[in-house]
């Protein structure tokens, strides 16, 4: 992978822990698993190769479609601010993301960048989990990190195993199907996906 | 095809088969046939295990399924619990507020939940490769989430909302291990993952043992370890009873053995040392953060969660010292804390038709009004702090025993002192709960108590009959394979 497509893949993540709109948000991480659908396409050796780019292709659409729907049937009142301003929450990303690229060894993926790219994208998907009040939001993060371990998946010298692509990419739909349950509950529920007024189990 | 894999096959597609069958069955037959389904899937789930603890020391291993004595024990454990709470699931519906999917479609959503989530949990212990593994104990995440906010109080979607994000965070970080370890393992494969291929390929350096520490941190979040097991006293409160009983008895210790795979199957990579001191710190910690909170008036339910903290570090710490002794624990407190905590959290059903305060507040002198439960609940925590003649007793003797053997004197001295604590704490709630001051004085016969007292007789037997087994099992050739483990 060319270290353009690693820059903007990371320029896509670190927007998606800056930017307020979730159906902004929406459409960073879909884009970003479009960008490694492409990559995976183009890097293809075999039918397999091809398969899996297919099915990531298909569950960012998906995945995209299914958010769009939920924000349309839950709309916010007033915006869910959370408790971290932009700016913080962005150094918080990148200083974790640099954390990540110090800690862990080489990995030995195709390039050095891809391997950047890939730690600093989980790092912001834990960061966007972590500072992000709105529920969408935190389930984003999680597919932000997804898409992270997708691009390390992918670079992987050799490719990885269709059916080991084939089953995350399942797993997570089926992981965000219940969160999009759960997101809807919850603004059914409190009126808002404010994850702040999830706070009443403590000891 | 063998007869074990035939019966492995059947343990897993049956239960998934009764999801199919519950999602599209009429209304009035969506219970009989989850009923009927789980029961027959647990019969022959345990028929597995009898199969493979009879002749342990032959192994079934391939690529993506090992049927050894672990995967045995779990496989039975999971369908003995998995047949209990499909038994006491329809007591739990009669009383339930099923929120989350409103009163028409609630019992079938429940139902087929359910028996996706016994499927899945059912694969895991058989997986035979670390990445098919990773994916089953993932798709557990999406099927128990379900049902631990089955109620849709706002408390239950809380519960679920942490156990959902928090499990899937720490298996997004397990995976970056995975791939780490797959970029470290000759031919780069994804497919190179098998226990045996990993004990044989993966190298010794600092990217494995990165790696091995992402992995274990990652499903630490899903087994509950402190201290990452937030969401644990959360989910375990708030799930349905039959459901907790599952998460408790049969999930955590299923993720654990896939912890202790990946350790097993990395030893020679990490050194025997280090990856073994990982899980005892686990263990440790694990005791240690469970105490304060076992000391503590707690709800029953919150109560029986922190003991399953407690529980999880005493096999973490089995496994970690990892002698004949120590893994002879391990196997009979598995068993011994899935049959007193499923007890407990089916008894949590009548005490809640009983007394609705329970759900948020300590229970005191339950036996005093209803003596049949007070005997349940008396027998569950009995048991599950270690007081004679409890199975449990005796597995954690054994436990500090083999970390003596192991030559750990300081974590084996440090195990005992934490559960003679803990050990404290629960007797206290044991005194109190069951014989203390009642707050309600009402005798007449809590809703949904019958299945559960006929349970209560069974397990009764069945942990006297697992505390006599703890004195030959530390000679059998079931911990000689324990101790083997696939290779």
Redesign the interface.
């Known amino acids: 992978m060319s270290g353009t497509l690693a820059w903007a893949l990371v320029a896509l993540g670190l927007a998606v822990v800056v930017v307020r709109r979730r159906s902004v948000v929406v459409g960073l991480v879909t884009a970003q698993a479009l960008l490694l659908a492409g990559v995976a396409t183009a890097e293809a050796e075999s039918t397999d190769d091809v398969a899996a780019a297919l099915a990531l292709a298909v569950r960012g659409v998906a995945l995209a479609a299914l958010f769009l729907v939920i924000v349309a049937r839950t709309r916010e009142s007033r915006p869910v601010r959370a408790g971290v301003t932009p700016f913080a929450r962005a150094g918080l990303a990148i200083l974790l993301a640099l954390a990540f690229v110090w ?7 195709e390039t050095e960048q891809s391997e950047r790219a ?1 730690l600093a994208l ?1 790092a912001f ?2 960061a966007v ?1 972590a500072t992000r009040r709105a ?1 969408l939001h ?2 984003l993060g ?1 597919v932000m ?2 898409n ?2 997708v691009l ?2 992918i670079e ?6 269709l ?2 692509e084939l ?2 990419a399942v ?1 997570l739909a ?2 965000a ?3 999009v ?2 997101h809807e ?2 603004f059914a ?2 009126g808002s996906g404010d ?1 702040a007024v ?4 403590r ?1 | 095809m063998t007869s074990r894999e035939t019966l492995a096959l059947a343990a897993v597609a049956l239960p998934a088969l009764t999801g199919l069958v519950v999602a599209v069955a009429p209304r009035r037959a969506v219970q009989p046939a989850a009923i009927a389904g789980l029961v027959l899937s647990g019969v022959v789930a345990i028929s597995l295990a009898v199969v493979a603890l009879t002749d342990p020391a032959d192994l079934e291993v391939t690529g993506w399924v090992v049927i050894d004595a672990a995967a045995g024990l779990m496989v039975g454990v999971i369908g003995l619990v998995g047949l209990a709470s499909a038994l006491v699931s329809p007591s739990y519906l009669g009383t339930a507020t099923p ?2 999917f409103g009163a028409r479609h609630g019992t079938r959503a429940y139902y087929a939940a359910l028996a996706a989530f016994v499927a899945v949990l059912t694969a895991v212990p058989l997986a035979g490769n670390l ?2 593994a990773w ?1 089953l104990v ?2 557990t ?2 099927a128990s ?2 049902l631990v ?1 089955f109620s ?1 109080k ?2 239950a ?6 156990y ?2 928090l499990t ?2 720490g298996l ?2 397990s ?2 291990g995975i ?2 370890l ?3 393992t000759p ?5 190179a993952l098998s226990w045996r291929s990993l004990s044989a390929d993966v190298p010794e ?3 494995t043992l ?1 790696a091995f520490l992402l992995i274990v941190v990652g499903l630490a979040a899903k087994i509950g370890w402190a201290p990452v097991h937030n969401w644990l ?2 989910a375990h ?2 799930a349905p009873p039959p459901v907790s009983a599952l998460l408790s008895a049969a999930l955590l210790p299923a993720v654990l053995l896939v912890a202790w795979r990946v350790e097993r199957a990395l030893e020679p990579a990490i050194g025997e040392s280090t990856g073994r001191s990982v899980l005892i710190g686990f263990g440790l910690v694990s005791l240690a953060v469970a105490i304060p ?1 076992l000391w ?1 008036p ?1 709800a029953w339910k ?1 109560l029986l969660a922190y003991s399953s903290l407690e529980h999880m570090g005493v096999i973490a710490l089995g496994v970690g010292f990892a002698t004949p002794l120590a893994l002879a624990g391990v196997a009979v407190h598995i068993a011994g804390h899935a049959v007193a905590k499923a007890l407990g959290f089916y008894a949590a059903t009548p005490l809640l038709g009983h007394e609705p305060r329970a759900a948020g507040h300590a229970v005191t002198g339950i036996a005093r009004t209803q003596p049949g439960l007070g005997a349940t609940m008396g027998v569950s925590l009995g048991a599950l702090a270690g007081l004679p003649p409890s199975p449990l007793f005796l597995s954690e003797i054994l436990v500090i025993a083999g970390g003596f053997q192991a030559g750990r004197e300081w974590a084996a001295a440090g195990t005992a002192v934490l559960l003679a604590l803990g050990f404290v704490g629960l007797a206290h709630a044991l005194v109190e709960t069951t014989g203390g001051r009642p707050r309600r004085r009402d005798r007449s016969t809590a809703p949904g108590l019958r299945p559960v007292l006929a349970l209560g007789g069974a397990a009764t037997v069945l942990l006297l009959a697992l505390a006599a087994a703890a004195f030959w099992l530390p000679d059998t050739d079931i911990v000689e394979a324990l101790a083997r483990g696939v290779g």
């Open positions: 800690l862990v060894p080489a990995v030995g993926l890939m989980v998907g834990a989990v529920t935190q389930l999680i990190v997804e992270g371990l390390g998946a992987l010298p050799g490719g990885a195993s059916a080991i089953g995350v797993d089926l992981i199907i219940v969160a349950v759960f509950r919850i529920e409190f994850s999830l706070e009443s189990l000891d | 929120g989350l990445g098919a994916l993932e798709a995440t999406a989430a379900i906010g849709g706002p408390r979607l809380e519960a679920g909302w942490k959902l994000l899937s965070l997004g970080f995976l970056l791939i780490l797959a970029s470290a031919g780069h494969s994804l497919d350096g600092e990217t990165v006293p959360d409160s708030e909170f503590r707690l919150r």
